[in-house]
């Protein structure tokens, strides 16, 4: 047994994680044990990233671990949360804050600064289906960890590492897997509720956790955990920040979160206010100048639109897991777990302008399936119309309600499993899991054809909007029912041993085969494809694939202290092909105190169901066509078309790790890793300019004149992509005789470099600390302090860092978006009886993301949704009872 083996132990037990021995392959799982007896188990666990059993300490890839009482005294709701604020998350991450496409409410997880589709999420060291909605158009599908059980977690093992190898796909970036309770006898119930400082989000949640039967003596187990959360939706203008919605004061700050196009007329490109004969506004609106907003000369009816637009949605969430364990024979057990959960979500976003500055808007033709444009004239002869000729208006019609978004999502899992041996240890499993979603929007869209009407009769009154008849209204308004599903089963095998020993110990073995089975099915509400719906939103997905791996992995002990790791697996995927991962890996014992540990892997994301399918997105927007036939050069808005591509081939990536762990004490705990990720492949779309520039007639429709309609892209293997940085990682722990134990831990993550081409062909540009393609500050860190004076007591603080980042482009004098730094405490303690009462202040200096003058289109506030939010000061306070 190494010492620094020993001494990762000790930390690992004073920092409440559970012992490693807890892997999810274990045939049984004791509780947490004292380093002594640990020091027999240690060579008998699996850890994420392998599957020949070994320690956290002795892995050659570096691994952290978030244990149950980090997990506990975080305050955090959410497993989303728990994983964002971790240091290799480092940017360009999605959340359930924002609010706009179709995963609003769901969360992923990414690392390294790649999307969430790079990084592999498990729950006991297996898949779960995707969410049913792709994020970012149609490119980023992923596990939603808000659906997971953070109540029956025992703690998450995040690796830093590319692990296809042993994973498979989406393993580029890392693992993160989440581990739940084994074996757990007793009954757990808490109670905690929260609210913050300046009003709003409150929040309420309630679980409760059995566990019957002890497996080693009465040959089973079963635990059941269930869980309730709610918490309010939090609004524009419940912050004083952002409830104005004006930002000017702030460098490249203006009018953010006001919108223009209330109502107006657009004459000769100047604004004019679409104002009754005494020259108000219609209600809500106000008449203010449009160059503070957006820059064009006159004035506007605007609106401020934090009264109708969401921060953070609302969310109720209803979980249960089940889990449990039987012996069979002397040798074998039977195993299995069901998980199911319900989430709810509802945001405002208010109602879609129906008029822009561009032209109008566009809908589907019901019969053609092509997008078509819809007039941005009002009638000459409408009773709001003065000039007496139709004339180009902007107008956001309030009238018909407030948009208020749904988002409904019900996950399931099932798994059964059988597992036994001796010399060999196998284990045999099959799965079922789902993911269905159900996007509801009431109000704010219009029916195209009898707004048209209304507008040219008149009886839709543009001046008092509240004296519209009703039924006018009735007949306008619009709601739609947005559906998906994604279907995820399979089975596998797996087997794992020591073949024979070598002079400096066994070579460890591990060998397996994986099936599975994918689905994922998007699809349109009817408003739309039946061409009622102006400017519709459109992603509609129709895919499915089966997939078949093998892999084997072999631990090459060459000296006392000197292990090779070796892994290779081989997939086949029913729709693109083959794809074929090795890794090479060591760990190499220099002292007893300091561990040399690197690997090498090559790696691959397979293209997703969203991708390589009979998909479609649609888009709006501007391009310059140099073949106009009335003005050549000139700003044309046609319909943008992204269709999926069967030809595609998986993005390919190389990793390489190499670090250093050092454990002077067994209290003492410091490591320090090198990453290099290479990326090439990466799936993407073609430069529109340069397609319409092309004018190919397959890519370009024009009408009979020669006038641009559609622009027809797909997704193509383009771009390359490097990034390296380095990892460090501290624990240490101190005992006094009077003042109790304290536990100072520190994990940080700093990117070197991150470089990628922002056109296929182009040189590699170096995006870290910048926004350029995505936030992606150069530093992140979390740095916890623990204190138990007493038995009974427990404090912890903790401080999360993120480093600030340039501006890609200057904005209005803004070079440089501000750092940000987070401060949490926790009190804890234990009455008689086991009874535990605790309070939690988050953010307790009530710090407020950083202003980035760059995003002032994200739901109207101008800081970075993907790491941040809005809550500012927040309390919690809550009690557990265990019998």
């Given at each position: 047994m190494h010492k620094n083996s020993v001494a990762v132990a000790a930390l690992l037990s004073a920092l409440g994680v559970a012992s490693p021995g807890l892997a999810q392959?274990?045939?049984?799982?004791?509780?947490?044990?004292?380093?002594?007896?640990?020091?027999?188990?240690?060579?008998?666990?699996?850890?994420?990233?392998?599957?020949?059993?070994?320690?956290?300490?002795?892995?050659?890839?570096?691994?952290?671990?978030?244990?149950?009482?980090?997990?506990?005294?975080?305050?955090?709701?959410?497993?989303?949360?728990?994983?964002?604020?971790?240091?290799?998350?480092?940017?360009?991450?999605?959340?359930?804050?924002?609010?706009?496409?179709?995963?609003?409410?769901?969360?992923?997880?990414?690392?390294?600064?790649?999307?969430?589709?790079?990084?592999?999420?498990?729950?006991?060291?297996?898949?779960?289906?995707?969410y049913g909605f792709p994020s970012s158009g149609l490119s980023n599908t992923f596990v939603n960890v808000n659906a997971l059980p953070l109540v029956a977690v025992q703690r998450t093992e995040v690796l830093k590492d590319g692990a296809s190898a042993i994973y498979g796909s989406d393993a580029i970036t890392g693992v993160v897997n989440i581990i739940t309770r084994q074996n757990f006898q007793g009954f757990d119930f808490g109670v905690s509720a929260g609210t913050s400082d300046e009003g709003g989000l409150d929040t309420w949640r309630a679980y409760a956790v059995g566990g019957i039967g002890d497996y080693e003596a009465d040959g089973y187990n079963v635990l059941l955990s269930v869980e309730a959360y709610n918490r309010d939706r939090l609004d524009h203008n419940e912050r004083y920040r952002t409830a104005s919605g004006r930002y000017e004061t702030l460098p490249g700050g203006r009018w953010n979160g006001w919108s223009a196009r209330g109502a107006r007329f657009l004459v000769d490109g100047r604004s004019v206010p679409l104002v009754d004969a005494q020259g108000n506004c219609p209600e809500g609106m106000t008449l203010t100048a449009s160059a503070p907003i957006d820059g064009r000369a006159g004035d506007t009816c605007a609106i401020n639109l934090a009264d109708y637009s969401t921060l953070i949605p609302s969310t109720d969430r209803y979980q249960a897991y089940l889990h449990g364990r039987v012996r069979v024979t002397d040798d074998i057990e039977a195993f299995g777990e069901v998980l199911y959960s319900h989430i709810e979500g509802t945001s405002i976003f208010g109602s879609s302008p129906y008029f822009t500055l561009e032209g109008g808007r566009f809908a589907l033709n019901a019969t053609t399936g092509l997008a078509e444009l819809v007039s941005n004239l009002l009638p000459a002869n409408s009773p709001y119309n003065p000039y007496g000729r139709a004339i180009p208006i902007e107008y956001t019609f309030f009238d018909l309600g407030q948009s208020l978004k749904t988002n409904r999502s019900d996950a399931y899992r099932t798994l059964v499993g059988i597992r036994g041996g001796d010399r060999f240890e196998w284990e045999a499993t099959a799965f079922y899991g789902a993911s269905r979603e159900r996007e509801r929007v009431a109000g704010g869209f219009a029916n195209r054809f009898t707004l048209a009407a209304a507008l040219a009769n008149g009886t839709l009154n543009l001046h008092d909007p509240s004296a519209t008849p009703q039924a006018v209204l009735d007949g306008i308004r619009l709601s739609t029912l947005r559906p998906a599903d994604s279907v995820l089963y399979g089975a596998d095998f797996k087997i794992a041993g020591d073949l024979f020993n070598l002079p400096a110990g066994p070579i460890g073995f591990a060998a397996g085969i994986d099936l599975r089975h994918e689905s994922l099915e998007s699809r349109n509400p009817k408003e739309i494809t039946d061409g009622l719906q102006v400017?519709?939103?459109?992603?509609?997905?129709?895919?499915?694939?089966?997939?078949?791996?093998?892999?084997?992995?072999?631990?090459?002990?060459?000296?006392?202290?000197?292990?090779?790791?070796?892994?290779?697996?081989?997939?086949?995927?029913?729709?693109?092909?083959?794809?074929?991962?090795?890794?090479?890996?060591?760990?190499?014992?220099?002292?007893?105190?300091?561990?040399?540990?690197?690997?090498?892997?090559?790696g691959f994301r397979a293209p997703s169901l969203s991708e390589n399918s009979a998909s479609t997105n649609i888009s709006y927007g501007s391009v310059i066509d140099p073949y106009d036939p009335d003005i050549p050069n000139s700003s044309q808005n046609p319909t943008f078309f992204t269709i999926g591509n069967t030809a595609l081939e998986p993005e390919r990536t190389y990793s390489y790790n190499a670090g250093f762990v050092f454990t002077p004490t067994s209290d003492t705990v410091f490591s320090i890793d090198f990453y290099r990720l290479e990326l090439d492949n990466l799936i993407g779309t073609g430069n529109s300019a340069a397609i319409v520039l092309a004018n190919n007639p397959a890519n370009v429709i024009r009408d009979a004149r020669g006038k641009l309609q559609a622009v027809y892209n797909a997704y193509q293997n383009l771009t390359e992509l490097e990034t390296q940085g380095i990892d460090f990682d501290f624990s240490q722990r101190w005992r006094h005789s009077e003042l109790g134990e304290f536990v100072l831990s520190a994990v940080w993550s700093h990117v070197l470099d991150y470089k990628r081409q922002s056109v296929p062909g182009g040189p590699l540009l170096d995006w870290a600390g910048t926004n350029q393609g995505g936030v992606l500050p150069e530093t992140k860190g979390t740095t916890r302090i623990a204190w138990r004076p007493l038995e009974q007591f427990e404090a912890t603080a903790t401080w999360y860092h993120t480093s600030s980042y340039d501006q890609a482009t200057v904005v209005g004098g803004q070079s440089k978006v501000d750092e940000y730094n987070q401060f949490d405490i926790y009190l804890g303690y234990e009455l008689p009886a086991g009874t535990r009462v605790h309070v939690k202040v988050d953010n307790i200096f009530n710090a407020f993301p950083p202003h980035d003058a760059r995003f002032p289109g994200i739901n109207g506030a101008p800081y970075d949704f993907g790491q941040y939010d809005a809550r500012g000061r927040y309390f919690q306070v809550g009690f557990d009872h265990s019998f």
């Open positions: 392959t274990a045939p049984s799982a004791p509780p947490v044990v004292a380093p002594q007896a640990e020091e027999a188990r240690l060579d008998e666990v699996v850890v994420t990233g392998s599957n020949i059993r070994r320690s956290v300490a002795d892995s050659v890839n570096p691994v952290q671990l978030l244990g149950a009482e980090e997990l506990r005294t975080s305050g955090k709701a959410t497993i989303a949360e728990v994983l964002r604020s971790i240091s290799a998350s480092t940017g360009n991450t999605n959340n359930e804050t924002q609010n706009s496409g179709w995963a609003s409410g769901a969360a992923g997880i990414g690392l390294r600064g790649l999307s969430s589709a790079n990084t592999l999420v498990l729950l006991n060291g297996r898949r779960v289906a995707n400017r519709p939103a459109i992603a509609a997905v129709d895919g499915e694939r089966d997939v078949a791996a093998i892999y084997a992995e072999f631990n090459v002990p060459i000296i006392d202290g000197l292990d090779v790791q070796l892994a290779g697996r081989a997939d086949s995927y029913s729709d693109f092909g083959e794809a074929f991962s090795p890794k090479i890996g060591l760990r190499w014992e220099i002292l007893d105190s300091l561990a040399f540990r690197a690997s090498a892997a090559k």
